[in-house]
């Protein structure tokens, strides 16, 4: 691990990353049903079905087949799962310029903490976890336990997989084979829901699972629309309010729709709120509820955050979990930024696990956090 770390920087050194590292210093309403494979807006004139009111009976619909699983992303030409190295490129290049560095010193310097702490702050590790990480160093280097700049590196690769680990363990999202899941995606505006969603539904779908996606996101007819594309292509079902309508009955409708066909998931769209609005936070909580309704149950409440957004994830996390109980964290975007350090920061300050990583926008850009994995690629 040490002579790979070594042998990765001298070949960086020689040929462009010094010059990286220089540039790095300088600087309420109500939801309507419609169905499945082959959607069929509600006319507007449909009755509302109220949260907890009997299920709109189905059979006005015509009765859509379960969906045969598709292989995945066969649009995007992919047919495997995109390699996080591959996709972490950023974050890698950004830390093999620090590491370079730290390595070509020979000895472990102030600069050398300087530069780490820096490399840290800048893969937004976050300030609190960057120090903590140091201090667990600093007491290695106090102790003897490492003594050149090559043990520090792999020290910090240890340290860094230990904290991740410490809370994710399996990454896989709950499901209970005799209910009907729902999944419920959350979080604040642009960060990738409903993507990831689409995703999802081709992932579960290809697994043999029987999907229903839920249109939760009314606001705007045109995150409706988008759903819907996502649903089809993966061949799951698909649930649909009217532009303005109750995101509950939507969820509630959807619910009932999966029972009645014994589909056993349902992933629930919402609109994007900023956690900091209280009455948006209140409409998620009564979302919530209503997804628990039978045969419902609410198995995974998965925040979605922007690896981009840097720190406010941290406080976007903290938000959303204290409303609604966040089981596991969705960090998109990971491809094409050097943030990835956001990572660390909510499973050691917040203690929630981060279950997927988004990697593209593609439908398999989208694999499961693996702290061995994500370490690696981000340092090697
Ligand atoms: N590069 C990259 N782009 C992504 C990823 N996930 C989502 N996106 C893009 O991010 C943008 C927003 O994605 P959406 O899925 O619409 O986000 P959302 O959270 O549903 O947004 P709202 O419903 O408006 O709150 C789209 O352009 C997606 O293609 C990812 O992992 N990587
Ligand atoms: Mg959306």
Known sequence: MVPLIVTLAVVVVALSLTAALLIARGRARRGTLSSGDQPTPRPAESPPTPPGAAPRPTESAPEPPIATPRPLATQEGQAEPPRLRDRLGAARKMFAAYATSVL???????ETWAELEEALIRADVGLKTARKLLAD???????????????????????MGDTLRRVSGDSSLAFEPDTTNVWLFVGVNGVGKTTTIGKIAAREMASGRHV????????RAAAIDQLELWAKRAGAGFVRGLPGGDPSAVIFDAVQHAGARGSNLVLADTAGRLHTKANLMEELKKVRR??????????EVLLVVDATTGQNGLAQAREFTSAIGVTGVVLTKLDGTAKGGIVVAIQE???IPVKLVGLGEGQADLVEFDPEAFVTAMLH
């Not at 070509?104 to 102030?110: E, P």
């Not at 290695?140 to 240890?158: F, K, N, R, Y």
């Open 104 to 110: 070509a010193r020979g000895s472990i310097s102030s």
């Open 137 to 159: 160093l600093r007491d290695q280097v106090t102790s003897g336990a490492v003594t050149t700049p090559a043990d520090l590196m792999a020290a910090l690769e240890t340290l």
């Open 212 to 219: 229903v996606v839920a249109a939760g996101d009314t606001f």
């Open 290 to 299: 209503v997804a628990e309704r039978p045969p419902g149950k609410v198995t």
């Open 349 to 351: 300050e917040l203690g």
